[in-house]
Antibody, heavy 122, light 108 residues
Framework: QITLKESGPTLVKPTQTLTLTCTFS??????????VGWIRQPPGKALEWLVL???????RYSPSLKSRLTITRDTSRNQVVLTMTNMDPVDTATYYC??????????????WGQGTLVTVSS | SYELTQPPSVSVSPGQTASITCSGD??????ACWYQQKAGQSPVLVIY???KRPSGIPERFSGSNSGNTATLTISGTQAMDEADYYC???????????FGGGTKLTVL
C-alpha cells in the first residue's frame, strides 16, 4: 500500500526559506520509472505543479518557480525534501506530495499525501 | 507558458450526464488526465492518459482528448460525484506538468 505524508512548518515569515519533507512507504524511489512530485493549492484556488524527482535523480521544475525551488531525495530514508526560498504571503497554500503513476506514458499522480497547510505571515 | 482553461462551474441533475471541458493549444498532442477533489480532501486521479481509468474508479467516468479540448464525462451522475475537477496535461516536449483552473461540479 502506497502512502505519502508531508511534514514541516505551518508558519513561515516572509523572505524565509521553507523546507518540507515527504515521507513515503509502499514503493522505492530507486525503482525504474518511479517519481515523486510536489503540488500546492492556495486556499480556495487551483492546484499548481511545483516539481518532480525521478528514480534516476532526474528533476523537472515548474518554469515559473524554478529559481526558488530545490528538490532532493533520500532513498535510504524514503524521503523527498522540497526547499522554497524567499517565501511570500502569496505562497500560502496546502502543499501536497504525490506518487507518479508508473508504467504509462506521461506524468500523472495516482497517490497523494494529505497535504500540509503552510501560512506565510509576519 | 502553457495554459489550460476550464469552466468555473457545471451543474447536472442526478442520473444525467455531466461533461467538463479543458481547453489548451493543441492539447490533443499532449497527454491529459483528470482529478476529483472533494471538499477538504486530497485529489484523486479519475482519468489518465486521456481516457484510461485507474482501478477502483467507476465506469461512469470516461475521458477523451482531441484537437484543443479534453473532456471528462460522467454518465449517470450521482450526488457523490459533486466535487471540484481538475484537468492536468503533460507536454512530452518540455516534460512540464500543467493544471487547469478547476471546475466545480454541482449535482442538483
Amino acid at each position: 500500500q502506497i502512502t505519502l505524508k508531508e511534514s514541516g512548518p505551518t508558519l513561515v515569515k516572509p523572505t524565509q526559506t521553507l523546507t518540507l519533507t515527504c515521507t513515503f512507504s509502499g514503493f522505492a524511489l530507486s525503482t525504474s520509472g518511479v517519481g515523486v512530485g510536489w503540488i500546492r493549492q492556495p486556499p480556495g484556488k487551483a492546484l499548481e505543479w511545483l516539481v518532480l524527482v525521478f528514480w534516476d535523480d532526474d528533476k523537472r521544475y515548474s518554469p515559473s518557480l524554478k529559481s526558488r525551488l530545490t528538490i532532493t531525495r533520500d532513498t535510504s530514508r524514503n524521503q523527498v525534501v522540497l526547499t522554497m526560498t524567499n517565501m511570500d504571503p502569496v505562497d500560502t497554500a496546502t502543499y501536497y506530495c504525490a506518487h507518479r503513476k508508473v508504467g504509462v506514458g506521461g506524468y500523472y499522480f495516482d497517490y497523494w499525501g494529505q497535504g500540509t497547510l503552510v501560512t506565510v505571515s509576519s | 507558458s502553457y495554459e489550460l482553461t476550464q469552466p468555473p462551474s457545471v451543474s447536472v441533475s442526478p442520473g444525467q450526464t455531466a461533461s467538463i471541458t479543458c481547453s489548451g493549444d493543441n492539447l490533443g498532442d499532449k497527454y491529459a488526465c483528470w482529478y476529483q477533489q472533494k471538499a477538504g480532501q486530497s485529489p484523486v486521479l479519475v482519468i489518465y492518459q486521456d481516457n484510461k481509468r485507474p482501478s477502483g474508479i467507476p465506469e461512469r467516468f470516461s475521458g477523451s482528448n482531441s484537437g484543443n479540448t479534453a473532456t471528462l464525462t460522467i454518465s449517470g451522475t450521482q450526488a457523490m460525484d459533486e466535487a471540484d475537477y481538475y484537468c492536468q496535461a503533460w507536454d512530452p516536449n518540455t516534460a512540464d506538468v500543467v493544471f487547469g483552473g478547476g471546475t466545480k461540479l454541482t449535482v442538483l
